[in-house]
């Protein structure tokens, strides 16, 4: 049996406005922010937030990444989880549930800077 053991890939989203960030990742869609990092107070930020076992880097470094990427997120309880969205009054979207051709579940939500999050249920 090999020694490697591969986990979970942590993406890095590139995100332009603190306040913006915060109030999507955090305030509108429950995670949590693990940290947060620079090198001088003058520099950019590089920060991470997570919900359940699910991690997410955003930064605010030019070269960190490509902004308005898509990240696939598996999900178990997409319903609810739009229930929760829902109820929260996030003026900046109210996304739906779609059927996948795939046969799954999909909601599909742009955060501030245009990164595409792809909530993904197979049930």
Do not use: C
């Amino acid at each position: 049996m090999s020694a490697v053991r591969m986990k979970g890939a942590v993406p890095i989203l590139r995100q332009f406005d603190e306040d913006a960030a915060f109030a999507f990742y955090r305030d509108y869609l429950g995670f949590t922010v693990n940290w947060t990092h620079r090198f001088e107070a003058d520099l950019p930020l590089y920060a991470q937030v997570s919900r359940d076992d699910l991690a997410l880097h955003l930064s605010w470094h030019h070269g960190d990444a490509t902004p308005g990427s898509a990240v696939f997120l598996p999900i178990s309880g997409i319903d609810a989880f739009r229930a929760e969205l829902s109820a929260k009054a996030y003026r900046n979207a109210r996304p739906g549930i779609e059927d996948a051709p795939w046969g799954a579940r999909t909601m599909t939500l742009l955060d501030p800077s245009g990164n595409r999050l792809l909530f993904n249920d197979k049930g």
